[in-house]
């Protein structure tokens, strides 16, 4: 079992551009994958972990409802977003600038077979990377991702996940809101949950800015040991 993980951040990237890099990487895995059982050879499988940014852009996954998007092309265009339907489970998703988005891109038999632990232990990941900035954050039941005073009418939710996984092999990830323009979440209703607002790190924190490196490394940090895995940069 190979638990090395191999890191990039790929800094600002377009949507498209880095999901056909996931698709890239994640073909290559699964032809290791088939070409192992199909000739009974043992040829270990790569572990990737991608960091990006991406300009203004909205996803819908395969379950997803266009109408939780509640505009149309022409002011996506004016306010500089593009939309794509993608492959990927839950609903409707933003990301931008000031938001941390992660892709773990792992052969699961490197590490365990149970996606429901996968997502999990993600948002394990985020949840105590954030009670290192003394925000206390949790899990709400029956909605992936992780959250802020749960159960509250003031609830909100500071990280979204969904993820596809095919042969124990995963791909898309969570993006974390850090220094996120929390104005473009008005666009839709996020992840399709009505009446739940969204925040972001240095709202919470009553900063104008978080250092997005030193939140990056505080993730790594808890995804390794979590995952009991060693990062390769």
């Given at each position: 079992m190979n638990k090395n993980v191999v890191l990039q951040d790929l800094g600002l990237r377009d949507y498209k551009e880095t999901w056909d890099f996931q698709e890239e990487l994640f073909q290559e895995t699964l032809a290791i994958k088939i070409k192992n059982r199909r000739e009974e050879t043992q040829v270990s499988t790569p572990n990737h972990f991608l960091f990006v940014e991406?300009?203004?852009?909205?996803?819908?996954?395969?379950?997803?409802?266009?109408?939780?998007?509640?505009?149309?092309?022409?002011?996506?265009?004016?306010?500089?977003?593009?939309?794509?339907?993608?492959?990927?489970?839950?609903?409707?998703?933003?990301?931008?600038?000031?938001?941390?988005?992660?892709?773990?891109?792992?052969?699961?038999?490197?590490?365990?077979?149970?996606?429901?632990?996968?997502?999990?232990?993600?948002?394990?990941?985020?949840?105590?990377?954030?009670?290192?900035?003394?925000?206390?954050?949790?899990?709400?039941?029956?909605?992936?991702?992780?959250?802020?005073?749960?159960?509250?009418?003031?609830?909100?939710k500071i990280c979204a996940m969904g993820v596809r996984a095919s042969r124990w092999v995963t791909m898309h990830g969570f993006a974390l809101n850090v220094n996120a323009d929390l104005g473009y979440f008005d666009l839709m209703i996020p992840c399709g949950i009505k009446g739940k607002a969204v925040t972001s790190l240095n709202v919470e924190l009553g900063k104008k800015e978080v250092d997005m490196d030193e939140v990056k490394q505080k993730l790594l940090k808890h995804f390794s040991q979590l995952f009991e895995a060693e990062i390769i940069n």
């Amino acid at each position: 079992m190979n638990k090395n993980v191999v890191l990039q951040d790929l800094g600002l990237r377009d949507y498209k551009e880095t999901w056909d890099f996931q698709e890239e990487l994640f073909q290559e895995t699964l032809a290791i994958k088939i070409k192992n059982r199909r000739e009974e050879t043992q040829v270990s499988t790569p572990n990737h972990f991608l960091f990006v940014e991406h300009p203004h852009v909205y996803t819908l996954g395969k379950s997803g409802d266009i109408g939780n998007l509640l505009v149309d092309e022409k002011v996506l265009a004016e306010k500089g977003a593009k939309f794509y339907k993608i492959n990927r489970g839950g609903d409707i998703t933003y990301h931008g600038p000031g938001q941390i988005v992660g892709y773990p891109i792992l052969d699961l038999d490197n590490f365990f077979t149970d996606i429901h632990k996968y997502l999990r232990l993600l948002e394990e990941m985020v949840i105590l990377t954030l009670a290192e900035y003394g925000v206390k954050a949790e899990r709400s039941k029956g909605e992936t991702g992780v959250w802020l005073d749960v159960g509250t009418p003031f609830a909100r939710k500071i990280c979204a996940m969904g993820v596809r996984a095919s042969r124990w092999v995963t791909m898309h990830g969570f993006a974390l809101n850090v220094n996120a323009d929390l104005g473009y979440f008005d666009l839709m209703i996020p992840c399709g949950i009505k009446g739940k607002a969204v925040t972001s790190l240095n709202v919470e924190l009553g900063k104008k800015e978080v250092d997005m490196d030193e939140v990056k490394q505080k993730l790594l940090k808890h995804f390794s040991q979590l995952f009991e895995a060693e990062i390769i940069n």
